[in-house]
């Protein structure tokens, strides 16, 4: 059997779909793409050096080859002294369009998620520096820790309620899902008209201050109220 015949036509092999486990069932969510929201709580905005009150929402992308799901390990990352904890409210997509507007944008969403925006920190200062995008820093592999989904269907629409990450059993981050300058059907609006949005989208909604170093060997727990726990080990 030649490569085309094993491929089906493809000249390569097609990775294989990237997904998230549904929690209480054996279903995936399949991925098209990760968008994250930066700064879009204001104390991480002053903690980085800006001013919230002059910034509207600004995006990057992660690759969903970055995923780590099912409770998998984050391999410390090369090129780098400095990787820095992000957590945050995913919100995964099951519709999607353009131009939304505000009022149906929780429409398109099928449920919420805990992840990690983890980042090369010490990169990403010098692509700052260079007025260079944030890609080395940012879509890296393992980068997006990611707990199992839980429907909207289950728990509604989350727009308050404690969001935290604890190190070793010590809090390193902690806010609450009421300070998102930009709230989550807002974020849905603006994206879409940025990009066409689909299901199968994941969206980082942005994290609280207190973002800091990981260490080979910490132990990180990330909570967000209604939505659940995501443990993730540094390898």
Known sequence: MNTLER?????I??????????????????????????????????????DPDKEPPFFFQKSPSNLVTDGQDFPYPQVTQDVHHEIELVVALSSGGRDIPV???LDCVYGYAVGLDMTRRDIQAELKKMSRPWD???????????????????????????????????????????????KTPEVIAHLSSLFELRAGDLIMTGTPSGVGPVLRGDALHGFVAGVGDLHCTVA
């Open 13 to 50: 092999e097609p990775q294989a779909q990237v997904s998230v486990p549904v929690r209480g069932t054996e279903d995936r969510f399949p991925v098209h793409r990760i968008y994250c929201v930066g700064r879009n709580y204001a104390a991480h905005a002053v903690e980085m050096g800006h």
């Open 136 to 182: 080395a820093a940012k879509s890296f592999e393992h980068s997006a820790p990611c707990s199992e989904l839980v429907p909207a269907t289950e728990i509604g629409h989350p727009s308050a309620g404690a969001i935290w990450l604890k190190i070793n059993g010590e809090t390193r981050q902690e806010g609450d899902l009421d300070q998102l300058i930009w």
């Open 7 to 11: 491929s089906k036509g493809f000249v």
């Open 103 to 105: 009022e149906r944008a």
